[in-house]
């Protein structure tokens, strides 16, 4: 019997699941599946500040501790030639896209672990090695176009061309609310980006989204199947959108660290609620049916947008019910 996961899992990430795993007997059977609920419990929304305070406490390590000066944080005059810093932001980002994707499906797919997991993939096939080549690639240049506007942000910062609050300790209860919250300020931004791209159905107006479907969001509905390096497989258009949330508390004037945990945070969101596998996995049902059934679940289960504007879906067969109303 695999126990209910705890709403503090994210934050030791895959240490619980791991966990869970070894404690699973040799074949095991999947649970009865539980129906996708448009109402929320206490425990979703601890779980949405357990995945932002991680973002967040990477960022912080990453700006204070781990590196001697970080590059946003440095004067104009001391920051120096692009090539002397930017490499540094490039290699981190993109050794942390392939030790979480990479390990996490070798774990999931590859390792002496796939035996038991099985039984606990959403989708009972497994993809082909095209599809996780080809994810892989697109999600590699994701984090190289992340890293662009990391780098970007870093120079404005830098040269004083966008100012921001030097000192967390000046409005600590800001900065906590601001950190705690990430998954949750970051929701209503991707719904927009993601929604965009699929066909918009709104009668007396072009159907933009049906173009931007077809010729950028199309990419990532190749991943039919997704796994955790699917997370992030886009179109550089929209990689580029999706990561660009980390403008908003930049152009709020917040520290630094609050914006590169948006970064830390879309990256690792997306790739964990991908991975194709409820618990002992970190897949999400609610987005996994968005990829099998295409015109529902835009945005993250946990801040209900879908619900408000009618795209929320539970089964395949709400999909009818959904469109009949806007028609």
Known sequence: MVQHPSPLAPLLFPIPNLLATAKLPPSSSKPAPQPILPTLCVSDYVALVATSVRASALAYMVVFLVSPSYPGLLGGHALGPLVSWVPGLLARNLAATWAVCGLWDWILYFSPLRARLAGFKITPAYPATT???H???FTTLASVLA???EAGLCYAWATGALPYDANLSDAPLTNIMVAASVSLWRSPHFYTIHRMMHPWRVDGIPDIGKFLYRKVHSLHHKSYNPTSWSG?????????????VCLLPALLGLHP???LAAIFDSGLSAWT???????PGSGNPFHMLHHSAFDCN????????DYLFGTFASTRDDIRTIWKKKN
């Open 131 to 133: 599809q996780l080549v």
């Open 135 to 137: 994810d892989a690639a």
């Open 147 to 149: 890293t662009g506007l």
């Open 232 to 244: 992030t497989s886009m179109h550089p258009l929209e990689s580029t959108l999706y990561y660009s």
């Open 257 to 259: 660290v609050h914006s």
């Open 273 to 279: 609620s991908h991975d194709g596998f409820i618990w």
């Open 298 to 305: 835009y945005g993250n289960a946990q801040v209900p947008l």
